[in-house]
């Protein structure tokens, strides 16, 4: 089973803990099969693999699959690392071999309803979906907070376009709303249960303030898991979490 852990001073739970509250029923039964598409260095897959379940990250980087490995390793649990992404998973996985699919992250940058499309056929019937996708209102209003006035103005109705390394044509990084998410789930044959926000306030705070005030942290979950389901929030969360089935 997973817990719902105080998170101490963590600005890494901070940041998760409502995801893992949302997951924590699906994860608490009998071990079953988990794929982390683009679950990189381990961050979600290692602490599911501890709960007791199967887990394969899916990710297209080697150095993420090997930094994923020692992770595993160094808390005694066994998580399967395959390299390839989510064109190509079902000649990873295969279908119908998944009761839980983690995708958080990734629609932002591929094309979300081929993508969920293929998270179907992955899944088992009655499997269900972790969708973690950024937010476009918050991040308007994070670009003209910081001043990037025609950035904001740009994501307003749009994309953003993103650099990729040693100078790689931009690609576009996709934001959504809750209602675009879940329609996009809907066309891809889902059934939406829940509807989450996800870092309402944990970006506007100063770190400063959760390394300094004692407490603060705890506090700040806190204070995130009581807006999560308020829909009233959910245009100023950095991100939107859905679970699907």
Known sequence: MVSRERP?????????????????????GAPCDVVDIGGGTGGFAVRVAQAGHRVTVVDPS????????????????????????????LDVVGEDSADLVLCH???????A???????RK????????????????AAVVARAMAGHLHQALALLDG????ERPSGRATRPARRFTADELT?????AGFTVSAVHAVRVFTDLVPGSLLDQEPGAAAALV?????????PEYLPLATQIHLLAH
């Open 113 to 119: 309803g081929e993508a969920l499309a293929t998270i």
């Open 62 to 89: 080697p150095d993420a699959l090997a930094a994923l490995s020692r992770r595993a390793r160094e808390v005694g649990v066994e998580v399967a690392g395959r390299q390839g992404d989510v064109s190509g998973l």
């Open 105 to 111: 992250g990734l629609l932002e940058v591929v094309d």
């Open 122 to 137: 992955v899944l088992r019937p009655g499997g269900t979906v972790s969708l973690l996708a950024a937010q476009r209102h």
């Open 222 to 230: 806190d204070l995130e898991r009581a807006v999560a389901e308020r």
């Open 8 to 28: 101490g001073e963590r600005p890494g739970s901070v940041r998760t803990a409502v995801v893992w509250d949302a997951l924590g029923p699906v994860l608490s």
């Open 183 to 187: 329609a996009l789930a809907g066309e």
């Open 159 to 162: 994309d953003e376009q993103v």
